[in-house]
Each structure stands twice: as C-alpha cells, then as structure tokens.
C-alpha cells in the first residue's frame, strides 16, 4: 500500500482532535476525511474525523444496545469539527461491502488516533481491496454528474466529481487507495484539475461554473468514465475479499482486548 507522507495543515490542531475522539468510546483508530484528505480544502473547511471504536462488554449486553454508529461534534472559533464513528463490528463489516468510504477513512494517511491495532487493520483491510469497488466510485461519480447538470452547479462539484472518477481508477489499477485529488492529479500531469483546486482553496468554491467551462469538463468526465470501466474490465483485484476470517477474528480481539468492562 503506498504511503503518503502527510504534512500537518496549518489549521489544525492535533491535540484538539484527539481531545474531540477522547469524549466517546475508546477509539481502534481516528483520521482526518473529507476535503482535508481529499487535497482541497479551503480556509473555512470543515474538519471530518473518521474511524473506528469499541463498545465495553456492559454495553454490548443491553437489552437496548448502543449505537453503532457514534457523532460528535464541536464548533472550534467557528470552525466545525466532527468525529464520526462505527462500531468496530459494523466498520468491518462495511469493509466486506465494497465501500470506498471506509476504506478511504482506514488508509487516511492523516491519522490522529492510530497504533498497533490501526496497523493490523490496515493490513488485513488490504484483502477488502475488491475489483466490484468500481460501483461505489460509479454510484458516486453519477451523483455528482447529477449535480453538474444543475444551473448552479460549483466548483467544489466538479471536484468531487474528478475525486471519485480518480481514485476509483487508481485502486483499480493499482490495488491502493490514494483519495488525495492534488496528488493523483499531479501524477496525471492534470493542469485543469490542478487549476480547480487552487480555486478552491483559496475559498473560490461556491463560484458557478461558466457553462462553456462545465462543457469542457464534462468532457473529461465522459472520458474517465470509460476509463473507469476499462479498469474495471482489466483489472486483476479479487472480486470479494480475501481477510474475512482474519477480520472476524480482529473484530472479537478488539472488542474484548480494547473494550474491556
């Protein structure tokens, strides 16, 4: 899995993220999502902590279980923060079901929270790494399509769209899960793309696009759609997932090893 070195951005604060996971259930792991991950965001951009946690033993035996899905969030100076969270159960169980989503949260380079149990779920997750996760990137990719076809259509929609449409190729070809829009449009050698980000990030986001601007890029869409299926049809990943065991064992470690009573 390739690593990507992460630089810390400058508007956040770690140990205030760690404050944020630290009010709900002990955490298998804790990264940064959404635009902070994906290579563009801008000066008011939202922080999304994505992850993991384990429930103790009291409240797995409820008559009323617990959530399994937790959300916290904190407003920092007017900046919105975060953390949202599975089960581990239910989290592993979303890495068998060809989801982008958390396996991108899994291999967030921006980690958080991590340690041995993040690492050994990380190499176990790379056996979730399925050739079907082409109908998430398309399923996604089709929503955005939808959004651009709107009057009021953004620059944030188009990125997003080139987010999907990329990083579904990538871990197609590649067997990696690379969500860093910036990174795979500069190893694309993608000046347009690149054009867009700086857009973004310098809080240009919500600017209409310019019809003849979006026509352009539709273009590029339509192209990396049938690249997307062409990766599809090539590629050499499993077709369902290789750690399911391995998995379902984690799962019962770290319930009771990290839950505890």
């Known amino acids: 899995m390739k690593a990507t070195e992460w630089v810390v951005p400058t508007d956040l604060d770690i140990p205030l993220l760690e404050s944020l996971v630290a009010q709900g259930p002990t955490a298998v792991f804790a990264t940064v999502s959404g635009a902070h991950l994906y290579g563009f965001a801008s000066p008011d951009s939202d922080v999304d902590l994505r992850g993991a946690f384990v429930q103790t033993l009291g409240e797995r035996l409820r008559l009323r279980p617990s959530d399994e899905t937790i959300t916290i969030m904190r407003d920092q100076d007017g900046l919105e923060l975060d953390w949202v969270a599975h089960d581990v159960r239910k989290f592993a169980k979303l890495m068998t079901q060809r989801n982008g989503y958390v396996l991108e949260q899994l291999f967030s380079p921006l980690v958080v929270v991590g340690g041995e149990w993040h690492e050994e779920l990380k190499s176990i997750g790379r056996g979730c790494i399925v050739r079907h996760l082409y109908h998430h990137y398309r399923g996604f990719a089709q929503t955005q399509r939808k959004a651009l076809a709107s009057s009021s259509a953004k620059v944030k929609d188009l990125l997003y769209a080139y987010r999907v449409y990329l990083t579904g190729v990538h871990v197609l070809r590649t067997g ?85 009573e």
């Open 176 to 260: 990696e899960v690379e969500a860093n829009l910036a990174s795979l449009a500069e190893e694309r050698g993608d000046a347009d793309i690149q054009a867009l980000i700086g857009r973004k990030v310098t809080g240009r986001e919500k600017e209409a696009l310019d019809p003849e601007e979006t026509r352009l890029h539709l273009g590029s869409l339509d192209r990396l759609e049938e690249e997307l299926m062409e990766a599809f049809e090539t590629s050499t990943l499993p077709d369902e997932p290789t750690t399911f065991d391995l998995l379902s064992d984690f799962v019962v470690r770290a319930a009771t090893e990290l839950g505890g």
